[in-house]
């Protein structure tokens, strides 16, 4: 374990974590540890800095545990759904404009559509196991 006295430089942080550290007055790791609650919401600390020091901090024995600061973003999950979404209505749309104006592979284009549908239904089916779906 580092002696609470211990300038944060010996944790061998990366320049960004150290540096947001120093910027916030927290010049040793006693002071790194006071204010370890409140370390999320020091200006330019991310979620990968902050890991980075709660990971030195484990290692060093100065902690016995921490949460990780994950960054689960459902809303992303959905937005690329939207995203998928988008491009299959362009594609049933492409293919409505293909069958009128060559009949001529009207089948081939049928089959397009019919994989655009089975899409579709697949996306809808990723909607109902998302995550906060309000029925």
Known sequence: MLNGGINISELELSVRAYNSLRRAGI?????????????????????????????????????????????EKKEDKMDYKKIIEGQIKLLVEVNEKLTEFIPDFADEIRENADLIT??????????????????
């Not at 800095?49 to 709660?54: L, P, Q, R, V």
């Not at 990971?55 to 949460?67: G, R, T």
């Not at 579709?120 to 779906?133: Q, S, W």
């Open 118 to 135: 089975t899409l579709i239904f697949a996306i809808e089916g990723l909607k109902e196991e998302a995550p906060g779906k309000e029925g």
């Open 27 to 71: 010049d040793s790791v006693s002071q790194l540890l006071d204010r370890w609650p409140d370390i999320k919401n020091i200006r330019n600390l991310g979620q990968r800095a902050y890991n980075e020091i709660g990971d030195k901090l484990l290692e060093y024995d100065c902690i016995a545990v921490y949460e990780p600061w994950t960054n």
